[in-house]
């Protein structure tokens, strides 16, 4: 399990209360990459949650909704890397905690508002992923900022 | 008068190399070219459009003027020297849907470059100017393909080359 920030600013304080001030920084335990990865998975994983259940209860939007779910498997799929050589390591990411609160989609009661809610849930990803994407490497800068364009165009097609 | 190839002006990158790493002033300058183009393009475009259809033309052409703007500023405060539009561009549009697709080739290629300054650059304003950017030619041209019937509207990865 990765320390949170509380965690090692705690270490950090303990360092100083034991008048620890020579010694040398420790290392980084954290890159800030994989935290705003792990929030983007988070993220598409609610995504990819939200379109199976409003699929489940509304067959019929089958033809609009799929594409956009094949995009957001894509979108994961880059994030994550293909399953096939993931490391060992990537076993614990799905029991952990999703840094952002995954979309929470009550089931709707007609297909309109369905649509409506899936679109609500594209803006807050969007949102999020514009801002994760002013962090970070450039490489993932790249990456999330293409999520939050694509995310950012999807209520267009579902509303 | 001479005309500027268009497809040059919103698809030539400016590429980072070992040797030779792009500075925000080279990104940005490559994105005020494509946005003169897409300027241009979309007063092209806009006259092979209908009554209905126009006014969105208008409000993109509007847009890529401000984001002109502010590339514009962005560089002299760089102390680079931002491009002035070229005069004209080969472009022709001669039906609708001619319109509609050149309109999805602008967006296109101003994405392109807007992810090229996300991923080029390490300053947060930039970074946030161009994922905004981003955003706005993505949906953009997806609302462009859904006016001219191409299907799936929208891409896993805008701005990818």
Redesign the interface.
């Known amino acids: 399990m990765r320390p949170t920030r509380r965690q090692v600013l705690g270490a950090s304080a303990l360092l100083l209360a034991a008048g620890c001030t020579d010694a040398p920084a420790p290392p980084s335990v954290v890159d800030p990459d994989d935290v705003l990865r792990d929030g983007a998975v988070a993220r598409e994983r609610g995504l990819l949650t939200a379109y199976d259940t409003t699929l489940a209860a509304f067959p019929e939007l089958a033809a609009r909704l799929l594409p956009v779910r094949t995009e957001h498997a894509e979108h994961l799929l880059a994030l994550t890397g293909p399953p096939p050589s993931a490391p060992p390591t990537a076993t614990a990411s799905p029991s952990a905690p999703p840094p952002a609160a995954a979309p929470a989609v009550p089931p709707p009661t007609t297909a309109a508002l369905a649509l409506a809610s899936l679109a609500d849930a594209e803006r807050a990803a969007a949102g999020a992923h514009a801002a994760a994407c002013l962090e970070g490497s450039r490489a993932l800068a790249s990456l999330l900022a293409a999520l939050a364009a694509s995310e950012h165009s999807h209520p267009a097609v579902l509303t | 008068m001479t005309r500027a190839d268009m497809t040059r002006a919103l698809m030539t990158r400016a590429e980072a190399t070992e040797q030779a790493p792009t500075d925000d002033a080279v990104l940005l300058g490559a994105l005020l070219e494509a946005a003169h183009a897409a300027v241009y393009g979309y007063g092209v475009l806009g006259a092979r459009l209908d009554d209905a259809t126009r006014p969105e033309a208008v409000l993109a052409q509007d847009s890529h003027r401000v984001r002109r703007d502010q590339l514009t500023a962005l560089l002299v405060a760089r102390g680079a020297d931002p491009a002035a539009p070229e005069p004209a561009y080969d472009v022709a549009v001669s039906d609708e849907a001619g319109a509609l697709e050149l309109a999805v080739v602008l967006e296109q290629g101003m ?1 392109l470059r ?2 090229d300054l ?5 300053d ?1 304003a930039l ?2 100017l ?3 950017g ?2 706005e ?3 953009r ?3 462009w393909r ?1 006016l001219a019937g191409v ?10 080359g």
């Open positions: 994405a807007w992810r996300v991923g080029g650059s390490d947060v970074r946030r161009a994922v905004s981003l955003q030619s993505a949906l041209a997806t609302r859904l299907r799936p509207a929208t891409v896993a990865f805008p701005g990818r």
